[in-house]
């Protein structure tokens, strides 16, 4: 596994890969394994994998977030050596972000409901800067977690938009044994909170089979948030939604989602069915 740590040292690598297929994983680090259900998957897909490790400040709407991001550089890299990974780069803010750099990608349609509008500026930094790795790299496809789903559609919308030629792809959401979605930021729960943090995936569930049953959306949605907030957590959204539009819906459909996030202490966890 080649190991960049600079712009120059990533084109010198990744010059040797041009005559086959590449995908993409980009990762802000902390790994585990949903991470690499990512690179399994783009594995499956292409010839060559390789794998970003930057904490992206634009998309961060909270300083004391950004610093607070886990940073585990030397067990990442070690990972990936177990995993097989081709090119791992660690690229500077300089590098992602050289001076006087005054370009940022404003997205709408999916980017400006529910994480968008909790979080102003986020979805446009998290589009900014995979367009920058996009530009940078060059791959052929990416793959991304559905954890972050919404992320996902505004990603896909972007590559559609601007008719990059690359291919996305989601991967499942990868889970504890108690349902708890994978998370770099799960380290900080506490113990308790950590055996309480499953009640989220619980509630999707069961709220996915009352809707399925026919059950009332609204009816279903305003029990779960309920529940949740009766069990402490502080709850931003619980929605039945659109898959790629992420408009509310009142109708159940194939591509239907439903689509959380609620604050437990300190974490604040999303989630998606």
Known sequence: MIVARNLQEFLQARSSLKEYSIALVPT???????????IKRSKELAHYCIVTIFINELQFDQPEDFVRYPKTEDQDINLLKQHDVDLVWLPRAGDIYP???ATHIVVD?????WEGAKRP???SGVATVVYR????IKPNLACFGEKDWQQLQVIRRMVADLGIPISVFGVPTVREDDGLAKSSRNRFLSREEQQKAALLYKVLKQSHQHIQSGKNICDVLKQAVEELTKEGF?????AAVDGSSLHEISEWKHDSRLITAARLGSVRLLDNM
């Open 234 to 238: 502080e709850v931003d959204y619980f």
């Open 133 to 136: 790795l996009f530009s940078l």
């Open 121 to 123: 500026g986020h979805f």
């Open 99 to 101: 001076q006087n750099f």
């Open 109 to 113: 349609g999916p980017a400006l409901l």
């Open 28 to 38: 802000m680090g902390a790994l585990h394994e949903g991470h690499l259900a990512l």
